[in-house]
């Protein structure tokens, strides 16, 4: 089994920034595949963020140029920088482990989830 604890979230006005950590516990081995998921009320839980073993990263379009994901093998941790922080980045983020190699951004790719961190963002 593996455990997702993210941390991180909070409340900022437009144009701030927030970094958002993902602490993985459990069988590594199924760390190779991690994105991070944002969901805001009332909509279907999206893509944000990806990155495999060989540290390639992918992004929806919609937080290209703001957010930057990475990992820390040896801290068993993921992070999301977040920049230039909009009203619409307003969601519940969630990190995401162990896909089964399809789309990276289909929820149903995922074996993990963690709880979610709130993150809110002001005008």
């Known amino acids: 089994q593996l455990r997702l604890v993210e941390s991180g979230g909070g409340s900022v006005q437009a144009g701030g920034s927030l970094r958002l950590s993902c602490a993985v516990s459990g069988y590594f081995a199924s760390t190779w595949c991690m994105s991070w998921f944002r969901q805001a009320p009332g909509k279907e839980r999206e893509g944000v963020a990806n990155i495999d073993q060989d540290d390639i990263t992918t992004y929806a379009d919609s937080v290209k140029g703001r957010f930057a994901i990475s990992q820390d093998n040896a801290e068993h941790t993921l992070y999301l920088q977040m920049n230039n922080l909009q009203p619409e980045d307003t969601a519940m983020y969630y990190c995401?482990?162990?896909?089964?190699?399809?789309?990276?951004?289909?929820?149903?790719?995922?074996?993990?989830w963690g709880q979610g961190t709130q993150v809110t963002v002001s005008s």
């Open positions: 995401a482990a162990d896909c089964t190699g399809g789309t990276w951004s289909d929820v149903f790719d995922y074996n993990f």
